[in-house]
């Protein structure tokens, strides 16, 4: 949610197994591919809504990074 130049999200909320759930409370499919080591490559299952998205790296103690991402209204030609 904006909040003036910052934005708010909700820390945590579990998903299945490939999915996340988001702030919202949508769940957001997930195919995953092992690239290397240590490196997976995510593709949502279905097209994404234009909006603001974010992954976060959790574990013991609660929310660690977030890698956020837009997806923007296709262009009118």
Known sequence: Q???REREYTA?????????RGA???DVEL????VAE???R???KSPLAP???GLTESGVGGAGAVYDFG?????KK
């Open 31 to 34: 195919a995953v591919e092992k």
């Open 51 to 53: 909006g603001e998205y």
């Open 71 to 75: 997806v923007d209204q296709p262009q």
């Open 24 to 26: 919202e409370g949508k």
């Open 38 to 40: 240590g490196i997976y």
């Open 42 to 44: 995510l593709t949502p």
């Open 2 to 4: 904006k909040k003036g």
């Open 12 to 20: 945590m909320r579990l998903g299945g197994p490939g999915g996340i």
